[in-house]
């Protein structure tokens, strides 16, 4: 079958299931398994005993990518991230597989762990943009409620507020998770650290300071270099040759998001910057103390007799039912995930305390320039601690005046 260019015209449009490839070639989702060469070609040196080409893999994980896609009203079919598929697929999978029995239940929830952490240092190493985490996050909250609704509800433990406090928490949750998605306080490009485009055929002029700058302003511009007097030291230091801007003290460059981003902490389902940083703590404690609530009613629930403290770890005939099985296999669950950040609260609060953020106390910590105690939980770098209150009160009050550089001047030159 020979492979038909179709480029799309100006004042063509593309339908639901429409969409222009990695080729820029106009393209449909039912011709799926059509114009595989890559696949034919690799399928044709296995059969004929022959080694596969280096980028034979990648090539056909691009093609898969490329062409597994959802219809959409506007704009064409989207193309789907394949890491957002196995959080939907193997989540209820392996929970129901775990119902069955506890020592199913046991290695089950201690391994499914390691596979996200192991899963978190591949992606960390490779620096790789993905949204299995964020699909994770979402999925888990989302069927846990699922379930509280379709099997701890029908059980009549559960008066209608302590489902309203329930959804009430969870709607939050979204709500604040959605707010840290936004920006996070990226270093917007200031024109005047930018290389300039004008072409001169004569010496530059020396011009009124009082404009647009010196000579020696222009030609650092020029230069590629920031202006200032300390452009030398400060300026290639803070200078990022990916962003093209001056980073301000604090910030830093993500390179997952391929952005700079103001006061960078780290990098989670997105990054965690000056303008986010409150409402991705906001989403911990919320997601947490929702969280916790919800084991506390599930646990009293499907064991009415036992003590909450150690009801996770006693719970006699919770497997005799496969729906009490499921309801304490969740909570289990719940719990992990509870625990983790848990852990992850408490390092940030310990952080914002001491004034210091995550990205600036492992860099501290690499280069020995930190005190720290209790196994590392505790680093305080010095640089910006200020007291416990004057810290908290910066923290508290940084998203309110983001430190952007000013404006470009209308002229350069």
Known sequence: MKKKDKVLEKDETLCCCEYMNRHG????????CCDCEDLDEACDRW???????????????????????????????????????PPLVLLPILL??????????????TALPGL???????????????????????????????????EVLPRGDVSSVQLGVVTVGVVFTLAALAHTKKDPGIVR????????????????????????????????????????????????RNWCQVCKVVRPPRAGHCRICGVCVLRL???????????????????????????????ILVLRSVCPRQNLLTALLYCPG?????????????AWYSSIVTGGLLHLLALQVINVTYNVTEREARTALRDKTAHSTYWGLIVDTGAYSRGFRSNWAEFLTMGDHLNQPPPAPADLV
């Open 25 to 32: 070639e106009r393209s449909h989702i039912a011709a799926c």
């Open 47 to 85: 059969l004929k005993r022959e080694s596969q080409r280096a980028d034979s893999l990648s090539r056909l994980a691009a093609v898969v990518t490329d062409r597994i896609r959802v219809p959409w009203l506007w704009g064409g079919a989207r193309k789907v991230d394949l890491s957002v598929v």
């Open 96 to 109: 129901h597989l775990a119902a069955l029995h506890f020592l199913l239940g046991m290695v089950v929830l």
């Open 116 to 150: 996200v952490l192991w899963y978190y240092y591949f992606t960390h190493r490779k620096k790789g943009r993905t949204l299995f985490f964020l699909s994770l996050a979402l999925f888990s909250l989302a069927y846990m409620y699922y379930m509280f609704i379709t």
């Open 189 to 236: 490009p200031n024109q005047a650290d930018i290389h300039s485009t004008v072409t001169y055929h004569s010496p530059v002029v020396d011009r009124d300071p009082a404009l647009n700058g010196t000579r020696q302003e222009v030609e650092a511009i020029l230069a590629n270099e920031p202006v200032g007097s300390e452009r030398k030291e400060s300026g290639r």
């Open 265 to 295: 902490d780290h990098h989670c389902v997105c990054c965690v910057g000056q303008a986010n940083h409150r409402s991705f703590l906001l989403t911990l404690l919320l997601f947490l103390l929702t969280s916790l609530y919800g084991i």
């Open 318 to 330: 919770v497997y005799n039912q496969y729906s009490t099985a499921l309801c304490f296999t969740c």
